[in-house]
């Protein structure tokens, strides 16, 4: 007997900044944020709350061994069980006259932990979001940047 199909399903993805970072940094200017999509960056928006967002669709299929979900498409980074997002931060380079951005830092979101029935809720909802919560700033006071796992873990919100 052939095995099950085991189709691919779109579902929505945000990651959302619990702070706002700064337009400067580390003689950096103009600091900007997105969600790295290969090599290019999403720009993101400012949520209902004055907040930056960055939302993104990534395909989702169900391992057939664990059940649990492996995300695919071109924001998706790492190996199938340690997916991740990249939040990457671009700005005008120090002492550079010609006002060229450039990506200088970028923080990891981790997609674990993220369970099947999240996945079927998020997707059966009209609107539905799969939504993490990280910080905006770290201790220099600049972008996130490293691993930063979601605070809370994700959520299915509404869009």
Do not use: H
């Not at 052939?2 to 580390?26: F, G, T």
């Not at 944020?33 to 669709?57: A, N, W």
């Not at 951005?101 to 009209?126: C, H, N, S, Y």
Request: glycine residues 12%; charged residues 20%.
């Amino acid at each position: 007997m052939a095995p099950a199909p085991n189709p691919e399903r779109p579902v929505r993805r945000r990651v959302r900044l619990a702070d706002a970072p700064p337009r400067a940094c580390a003689g950096y200017s103009e600091i900007e944020g997105g969600l790295q999509r290969k090599d290019d960056v999403l720009p993101g928006e400012f949520g209902p709350d004055g907040l930056p967002r960055y939302t993104c669709e990534l395909r989702v299929q169900r391992e057939a061994a664990t059940g649990a979900p492996v995300f695919l498409g071109p924001f998706a980074f790492g190996p199938p069980a340690g997916r991740f997002l990249y939040v990457s931060w671009s700005a005008v380079r120090p002492n550079d006259p010609s006002g060229r951005r450039a990506m200088f830092r970028r923080a990891k979101v981790p997609l674990g932990g993220i369970t099947w029935a999240q996945v079927e809720d998020a997707t059966a909802q009209q609107g539905g979001v799969l939504q993490a919560t990280v910080p905006g700033v770290t201790r220099d006071g600049g972008p996130v940047c490293a691993t930063v796992p979601p605070q809370g873990g994700w959520r299915v919100v509404a869009s």
